[in-house]
């Protein structure tokens, strides 16, 4: 199991250029992958999106990728010596020629085109991508490695919750027959303090006890969450991405238990449904981030 949390950084230096991948996820319904390029390799985004979406299948994934000069070659600042001189002997020429002093300052000089120059540090899109591809996939081996620690803790966590909803479950189970009883005793009290003498063998007595021993009958749905439950623990337990399996799952389960607080006519069981609840509502909430 792998969280949807998780972040990975790399650097490796080739080629006289150093190239940095950040990579960080957070939990989303569906894979949203945003990619931010230097502005000459941004045609690689499509690429990195690609071997991306390879390694991860759930969750909002960032990349930053930078690409720089590095080390001595960083500095890539050029002056024309010779162009300046030239400049500064064609204001000398032209304040000769005018018959008026022109002055020129060393800010004049350096505005002047060509003097100050940058040298290219612009590189190919296919020289870049091997580099790109590698440190992209340096980062993500960092970020799987973090969401697999990060999911280790979810798997811990759903797994006790798992046992104390199944505890709640198995509680209500072994109530449930009493309920039957219970209204059978009820009902014969209540006929005894309205003064009615009617055998509990009657006809009418036996009908009523019937119809209310099937509208609170909970077999079929404690047979499907047991269902529901051993799918769970196998999704718990599962090395593949389920994040999506889960959701649906625990939804399911929350249907079901909604079903049988609906037909609990028994404080205590409803109470036992209430603490279900409570633990599936938690669940749910560690399920959002799963891979």
């Not at 071997?51 to 024309?80: F, K, M, P, T």
């Not at 028994?266 to 599936?280: F, G, R, S």
Request: net charge neutral.
């Amino acid at each position: 199991m792998k969280s949807m949390t998780g972040f990975g950084r790399a650097e490796i230096v080739l080629g006289g250029r150093k190239f940095r991948a950040e990579v960080a996820s957070v939990n989303r319904k569906q894979t949203d992958i945003v990619v931010n390029l230097p502005r000459d390799l941004a045609e690689l985004e499509p690429q990195v999106r690609a071997l991306v979406g390879r390694a991860v299948s759930r969750g909002r994934i960032n990349v930053y990728l930078a690409c720089e000069v590095a080390g001595e070659q960083h500095g890539s600042l050029q002056v024309d010596h010779e162009l300046a001189k030239q400049y500064r002997d064609a204001l000398a020429d032209l304040s000769k020629e005018l018959g008026t002093e022109l002055s020129l300052t060393g800010t004049d000089l350096l505005r002047a085109p060509g003097v100050l120059t940058v040298a290219d540090t612009s590189i190919e899109v296919d020289a870049a991508w091997p580099a790109i591809e590698k440190v992209t996939r340096k980062a993500m081996t960092e970020l799987i490695k973090m969401r697999r620690a990060e999911g280790k803790h979810l798997q811990d966590d759903l797994g006790t919750r798992l046992s104390a909803l199944q505890a709640e479950v198995e509680a209500v189970k072994k109530l449930a027959p009493s309920v039957i009883d219970s209204h059978r005793a009820n009902l014969k009290r209540r006929l005894a303090d309205g003064g009615l003498e009617i055998d509990l063998a009657d006809e009418r007595i036996l009908k009523e006890i019937g119809l209310f021993s099937d509208r609170s009958d909970i077999s079929e749905e404690t047979t499907r969450l047991a269902s529901h439950f051993k799918q769970m623990a196998k999704y718990v337990k599962s090395k593949e991405p389920v994040g999506r399996a889960m959701d649906f799952l625990s939804q399911e389960m929350n249907r079901e238990l909604n079903t049988i607080g609906s037909k609990a006519n028994n404080a205590t069981i409803a109470q036992h449904i209430v603490n279900a609840k409570t633990e599936l509502e938690k669940m749910r909430e560690q399920v959002q981030n799963v891979e």
